[in-house]
């Protein structure tokens, strides 16, 4: 199992330009999120999924758009970055049932370094 | 929706003391408490957890404790190791099993 996989690891983006960030999770997860952190400071919830063809908003969706088109794959698309988009990016899956034993454990992948210039 | 206060958002202590970190949650239907540890340019990743039907749970040096009354839980790790050196962050997760993370707390052991 490869667990939550996600590319690219570092990328520099110019002011306006758009960039999709890839994650895939190979342990069939219904629940998929995309988080972002900025330095020295907490995971805030950008968007989620609870299974394929299902998405909404966590607390900060602005500028950010996500698809889920199969359970695998949740893409999470920047529209016109800005600045305040430099963060590192974590996709994460789980088990959003009543799942016994680690079912409920979230999983992270390794982290996605975004700077905006 | 949940919301999780966690405390301090630093601790500093020497190694071979005990740490302890505190969180507060809001949902009372709120039923999975995860603690997840976080070194320096890595991922977070679990390393204890907890179920509302459980009062405290232990894993070595590390344990849980859950006091649903009060609507808190605590993270308790003895015989610190610089090692231990990282950020830990706490959870709540209720009926939407969506989870909300506390601030963090960066732990800092010195040798």
């Known amino acids: 199992n490869a667990g939550v996989t996600q590319t690219p690891k570092f990328r520099i983006l110019k002011i306006g330009q758009s960039m999709t960030l890839q994650c895939t999770q190979d342990?069939?997860?219904?629940?998929m999120y995309w988080y972002r952190q900025d330095p020295g400071m907490g995971l805030k919830l950008i968007y989620y999924s609870v299974g394929a063809g299902i998405t909404d908003k966590g607390e900060v969706p602005n500028g950010y758009n996500v698809s889920r088109s199969t359970t695998e794959d949740f893409p999470l698309r920047l529209e016109l970055a800005a600045p305040s988009q430099t963060s590192v990016y974590f996709c994460?899956?789980?088990?959003?049932?009543?799942?016994?034993?680690?079912?409920?454990?979230?999983?992270f992948g390794e982290g996605s370094w975004l700077t905006v210039v | 929706g949940e919301n999780v206060e966690q405390h301090p958002s630093t601790l500093s202590v020497q190694e071979g003391d005990s740490a302890v970190i505190k969180c507060t949650y809001s949902d009372s239907a709120s039923n999975y408490f995860p603690w997840y540890k976080q070194e320096l340019g890595k991922r977070p990743q679990l390393i204890i957890d907890i179920r509302s039907n459980v009062g405290e749970k232990k894993d070595q040096r590390i344990a849980v404790t859950l006091n649903k009354t009060a609507k808190h839980f605590s993270l308790h790790i003895t015989e610190t190791q610089p090692e231990d050196s990282a950020v830990y962050f706490c959870?709540?997760?209720?009926?939407?099993?969506?989870?909300?993370f506390g601030r963090g707390t960066s732990l800092i052991v010195h040798p």
């Open positions: 959870a709540a997760r209720g009926g939407s099993y969506i989870p909300t």
């Open positions: 342990m069939n997860h219904n629940y």
């Open positions: 994460a899956s789980s088990w959003g049932s009543r799942r016994v034993g680690t079912g409920n454990t979230i999983y």
